[in-house]
């Protein structure tokens, strides 16, 4: 199995002098996650306006005001691949009576998988690296928000048959980074085994932990809980 692997973009060089110390600049941050389970791009402008479940779906995610956006199973793609939305999916959030908001992505699939985050214009921030798993599942931006360093991240948990070092290898990178603080937000896949009754998982016990939805991906979620 092959562990997480993640391509850079320097956005704009900064050598961390002066940073902002004060956690309570956050204090006041609204964020939203949300997996979309696609944006259904082929309804886009149906001419039945119920019908048109792309933009049910943007409106509602603009509609939560929200200053920061994780989003998961974009389902995106590149204006390379046919059918590629890059563009489409950026204008839609670009400009919205409540608020603009500049988009990062990380798509190369319109079939599957993607993760994005959307920064409102109502805040103040820069971004400084961007780092894209290869994967298409991990979305991770080094920047500063009211002067605050920190990472942030949008995360799509993928079974544990894939990759058995997923949430190690996040962490690893966090850590990389250099950011002491992080905000990690997506649809991770998880419950916690604590509301299920022993006798409802497979091998007997109720792990103190969190469990993958999907049984067999308990290394992942002991991983998880260990942070």
């Known amino acids: 199995m092959v562990g997480v692997s993640f391509i850079t973009e320097v956005v704009s060089i900064d050598n961390r002098t002066n940073p902002c110390l004060n956690l309570n600049v956050l204090k006041n941050l609204k964020i939203c996650s949300?997996?979309?389970?696609?944006?259904?791009?082929?309804?886009?402008?149906?001419?039945?306006?119920?019908?048109?479940?792309?933009?049910?779906?943007?409106?509602?995610?603009?509609?939560?005001?929200?200053?920061?956006?994780?989003?998961?199973?974009?389902?995106?793609?590149?204006?390379?691949?046919n059918g590629g939305n890059l563009k489409t999916f950026m204008n839609l959030f670009r400009c919205s009576k409540r608020t603009n908001y500049k988009s990062v992505v990380n798509s190369t699939?319109?079939?599957?998988?993607?993760v994005?985050?959307?920064?409102?214009?109502?805040?103040e921030y820069s971004i400084f690296r961007i780092y894209r798993s290869t994967c298409n599942n991990i979305l991770i931006l080094d920047l500063a928000i009211n002067n605050f360093r920190l990472s942030i991240c949008s995360i799509y948990g993928p079974l544990q048959a894939g990759n058995n070092s997923f949430f190690p290898d996040i962490k690893e990178k966090?850590?990389?980074?250099?950011?002491?603080?992080?905000?990690?937000?997506?649809?991770?896949?998880?419950?916690?085994?604590?509301?299920?009754?022993?006798?409802d998982i497979p091998f007997g016990e109720c792990l103190d932990s969190i469990n993958l939805a999907h049984y067999p991906n308990t290394i992942h979620g002991r991983e998880l809980a260990g942070w």
Do not use: Y
Request: glycine share 6%; charged share 20%; net charge positive.
């Open 174 to 199: 966090l850590i990389a980074i250099g950011n002491k603080s992080f905000i990690c937000m997506g649809d991770l896949n998880c419950v916690p085994t604590r509301l299920a009754k022993p006798s």
């Open 34 to 81: 949300q997996n979309t389970n696609s944006l259904n791009f082929s309804t886009l402008n149906n001419i039945r306006q119920n019908e048109d479940v792309c933009r049910t779906k943007v409106n509602s995610l603009i509609k939560s005001g929200a200053d920061l956006v994780f989003l998961q199973d974009i389902r995106v793609g590149t204006e390379l691949n």
């Open 109 to 114: 699939s319109t079939n599957s998988r993607g």
């Open 116 to 123: 994005a985050i959307l920064i409102s214009d109502d805040i």
